[in-house]
């Protein structure tokens, strides 16, 4: 008889939890949200996403959300709208239990801006993912441009990882390796602060233009890219320390393996 008072007394526990979380259950779900706190990760380079563009979209996509139920907030469809916004790297949602809808936002960060030969224009980001330019905000990154025709409506579809792992891709476009080269730069402060464009010629070597000096540096292509800027650094170091040598040269020339070739300028006589 113990045993089975027991198990009756658990029985009727059991009940009213179950009875209990039942009706906190139904008075969530009829708990009106009280508000929409939108917080984006600030980036000091890039404001493509702002709090009230966030809000727009929501209230356009048909959704009040403050002093709507909790029940009829989707929180997925919300999700799937953020993420599917081209300036938005991840977007989170979740609702609090005072009925508050908390909305996380990460930007995408451009690494470089591409301007192909017929001037198509767009972001190459930091996670090797193509972005449209945006008519907001205008990143100012590294710029490549030149003799070479990569559309972005042929390689939005696409990432960078992509491409790298599709030979019939790869051998077809050079953006992968201006990616490559970007991403080199960026993380180096020295060469981020120094290098503001790659230039793309003819034969589809690569140069590029610093910001101090009138140079031309020609880089050739990204084959043992640690050796060359070693080889630029060593260029930099002595003209900056040489009176009047900084300014003697119109090309550089690290194309070639152990070796740097400068060519002089010309001095025009009057």
């Known amino acids: ?23 906190v259950s139904r008075k969530e779900a009829s708990l009106p949200c009280k ?5 984006i990760e600030q980036d000091p380079d890039n404001f493509f996403v702002q709090p009230e563009d966030i809000r727009k979209l929501i209230v356009q996509r048909g959704d009040s959300i403050v002093n709507q139920p909790v029940s009829t907030v989707n929180v997925p469809a919300l999700e799937h709208i953020l993420n599917s916004q081209a300036d938005i790297s991840k977007a989170q949602v979740y609702l609090t239990v005072d009925g508050e809808v908390k909305v996380d936002i990460r930007q995408r960060r451009p690494l470089l801006r591409i301007i192909d030969k017929y001037n198509d224009s767009y972001y190459i980001d930091d996670e090797g993912k193509f972005m449209p330019l945006s008519d907001k905000f205008t990143s100012k990154v590294l710029l490549a ?16 990882k992509d491409i790298e792992a599709d030979s019939s891709l ?9 990616y490559e080269l970007a991403k080199y730069i960026d993380a180096n402060e020295f060469w ?7 230039y793309v010629t003819a034969d589809r070597e690569i140069e590029l233009v610093p910001r101090a000096g009138d140079q031309k ?25 040489t009176t009047g040598w ?25």
């Open 217 to 241: 540096i020609i880089l050739g292509d990204i084959s043992d890219l640690d050796d060359k800027f070693k080889k630029l650094l060593i260029f930099y170091k002595q003209g900056l320390n």
């Open 1 to 23: 008889m113990k045993k089975i008072f027991n198990i009756a007394i658990w029985v009727l526990l059991l009940s009213g939890m179950v009875v209990t979380l039942a009706f």
């Open 35 to 39: 508000s929409l706190d939108i917080k």
């Open 192 to 198: 981020k602060a120094q290098i503001t464009q790659i």
């Open 145 to 160: 441009n030149g003799f070479f025709r990569e559309p972005y409506n042929a390689h939005y579809i696409y990432t960078i």
């Open 246 to 270: 900084w300014n003697s040269y119109s090309v550089i020339n690290l194309k070639f393996k152990n070796q740097v070739i400068c060519t002089k300028k010309e001095i025009i006589k009057s």
């Open 170 to 178: 790869r051998d077809s476009t050079i953006v992968d390796d201006l």
